[in-house]
């Protein structure tokens, strides 16, 4: 092998302490990751510092996918339900008896069917060319993705207001100096970096203000019960003013 081989080959359990460069799979965002391997272990996870944007930084579910590796609570087995459903009755199984079990229902499936009887979903991410081959080759085109109820619908509002989907789109928080935020918050359904952009916008003075379509706990917090709430916040002016967008009551 060549000596100047990237330090992800190098196989999974190479003795001694090196640094992996990987892509977070927690959800599909897909930060860029750093992880440290000591003798085939993971150790530490942290955002791509090549990454000037996300620098160390990851969002608290993807840094728990160290703690998730080492869960000894998650299945460590396939399962099979042993009862009702919803009764949490469960067996473990061998991945050979859980795989003979799946091909037998879906084999099932077909000869009631047909291929097309199958629909396979699962969240996006890099991995589709996987799964999408796996339904295709059942005979079935029915394949989505977490996307077709999410992202796909604001690709197209995109398309159909300015011509190009909304990955052609790019807020400049650098130089905003008012953000008014409709329905998504950017800092609970939260991309890292947008994320920090966001926050380092704020601490030079941004204003923002927060439209929330949601009936949500923080709707409560204030003296009228009101939801949507429209919040409007600067560090000029830390606590929060609430007013009224529509009344419940
Ligand atoms: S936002 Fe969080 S969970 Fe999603 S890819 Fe980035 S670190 Fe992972």
Redesign the pocket.
């Known amino acids: 092998m060549s000596s100047v081989m990237a330090p992800n080959v190098g196989g999974v359990g190479a003795p001694g302490r090196r640094t992996v460069y990987s892509m977070?799979g927690?959800?599909a965002?897909?930060?860029p990751m750093e992880v440290t391997v000591e003798d085939g272990r993971v150790t530490w996870l942290q955002g791509n510092t090549h990454d000037q944007a996300l620098g160390a930084s990851?969002?608290a579910?993807?840094?728990a996918g160290l703690f998730l590796e080492s869960d000894d609570e998650r299945p460590q087995t396939p399962l099979i339900r042993a009862g009702e459903r919803g009764g949490g009755q469960w067996r473990r199984v061998s991945w050979d008896e859980a795989l003979d079990y799946v091909a037998a229902k879906l084999t099932e499936t077909i000869d009631v069917f047909g291929g097309r009887g199958i629909a396979l979903s699962d969240r996006g991410g890099p991995f589709t060319d996987l799964t999408q081959t796996f339904v295709r080759a059942l005979g079935s085109p029915n394949y989505f993705d977490h996307d077709a109820a999410c992202a796909g619908n604001v690709h197209n509002a995109t398309r159909s207001l300015y011509g190009f989907g909304a990955a052609g789109l790019l807020f400049d928080y650098q130089h905003c100096k008012h953000l008014v935020l409709y329905g998504r918050n950017v800092v609970e359904s939260?991309?890292?970096k947008e994320a920090k952009a966001f926050m380092a916008a704020v601490a030079r003075g941004m204003r923002c203000t927060y439209i929330d379509p949601r009936w949500r706990r923080g709707s409560r917090t204030g003296s009228a019960r009101t939801s949507p709430t429209a919040t409007t916040r600067s560090p000029a002016c830390p606590t929060r003013r609430r007013r009224n967008v529509r009344s419940r009551s």
Request: glycine content about 8%.
């Open positions: 977070c927690m959800c965002v897909r930060c990851l969002c579910k993807g840094a939260l991309m890292v």
